[in-house]
């Protein structure tokens, strides 16, 4: 959602006009200034985490109203809200699908069903697919995805930033599913207090099967007065949250372009990671992250280097100034323009 938000308020700063049809849990709200932001209440069938979400009121709207627009680009995944939404929406609108890493081959029987019954069948009609790295562009071209292009994703600079105050909060925000690996963060927390004991740690965002786990380390650890879990946060709250932290932990694996570590840069917020992203490489060479092979042994050393006021300060002034250089939205928003322009008139 923070990359659709974050080109769909580009987009309108250039002129466009722009609807964004979303899934809504019916609590989260979303304004976005010059945005026509519509939310069909979203549903999960039991047994399927992420991949059950399904929304079907979107799915008849964005049918109805397909032909008003230029383009229809979905931030395209492995559920039932964008699927049906490219099966359905057979029209002359071209169909720009952006999948964020998130629809790679996969073995698992579940999966291969889906990808031979729905995936494959968007991916051979789309007029364009977005591909983030290398890898992915392989992984798609696998899949049946035609007329592939490369783009990065971007991050407009918040006017807030982070600052260094005690006592220091270290923030993980992530879906609480097992490859975004919750549990080393409540691991390498147990490991923190013993020297840092003010330190305190917040974790948010949705659960999809972690959190039952997360509550029984915090107690085995006995972290119930240093980690706190707020559940699900709407996008505006994170960026409050990041601006108010001291440190942004993601200890997740096979992460290809980690949207959450761009923002936590664009605060100015020191940043750790795992080496397993797609930006891993280039965040080490230009040390604005600190990498780390993901155990919460290593995390744990980063986090206490981060809590001296010396190597914070430099580490936020590095993650500020890369956000800017090497990660402009603004950049990300020509792109698509030319993607858009292309398509409509092809």
């Known amino acids: 959602m923070a990359v659709a938000t974050s080109q769909c308020r580009s987009l309108v700063d250039r002129g466009h006009s722009v609807t964004l049809f979303a ?46 627009f230029d383009a229809l680009h979905l931030h395209f995944a492995r559920d039932l809200v964008q699927l049906p939404t490219g099966i359905f929406c057979r029209n002359r609108t ?20 889906l990808d031979t019954l729905l995936t494959c069948r968007v991916l051979s009609r789309a007029e364009t697919t977005l591909a983030l790295t290398p890898t992915e562009l392989t992984g798609l071209r696998s899949l049946g995805a035609q007329n592939l292009l490369s783009i990065r994703n971007g991050v407009a600079l918040p006017d807030s930033r982070a600052s260094w105050r005690r006592p220091p909060r270290i923030l993980y925000a992530a879906r609480l599913q097992e490859r975004k690996r919750p549990l080393a963060f409540v691991e390498s927390a147990a490991i923190v207090v013993r020297k840092f004991p003010e330190a305190q740690f917040l974790m948010v965002g949705a659960d999809e099967g972690q959190a039952r786990h997360v509550h029984n380390a915090i107690q085995g650890f006995g972290l119930a007065d240093h980690v706190t879990y707020l559940g699900a946060v709407a996008p505006s709250e994170v960026a409050q949250l990041m601006s108010e932290a001291q440190i942004y932990v993601l200890p997740s694996v096979r992460e290809p372009f980690p949207m959450s570590v761009l923002e936590a840069l664009s605060h100015g917020l020191p940043t750790i990671i795992t ?14 992250a600190r990498v780390t092979d993901g ?39 020509s792109g698509l323009e030319e993607v858009y322009r292309h398509r409509s008139f092809a």
């Open 23 to 68: 899934g809504w849990d019916g609590a989260a709200s979303l304004h976005l200034p010059g945005v026509e932001v519509r939310l069909h209440r979203a549903r999960k069938l039991p047994s399927l985490g992420f991949a059950g979400l399904m929304a079907p009121g979107l799915w008849r709207e964005v049918r109805s109203r397909a032909s008003e």
């Open 94 to 113: 071209p169909l720009i699908l952006q999948p964020h890493g998130m629809v790679m081959p996969d073995e698992r029987p579940a999966a291969r069903s």
């Open 275 to 288: 080496d397993q992203t797609g930006i891993s490489d280039e965040l080490r060479t230009r040390g604005s």
């Open 295 to 333: 155990s919460p042994q290593s995390i744990a050393q980063e986090i206490g280097a981060l809590l001296d006021p010396v190597q914070w300060s430099r580490q936020a002034e590095c993650a500020r100034t890369d956000a800017r250089e090497h990660f402009s939205v603004s950049a990300v928003a």
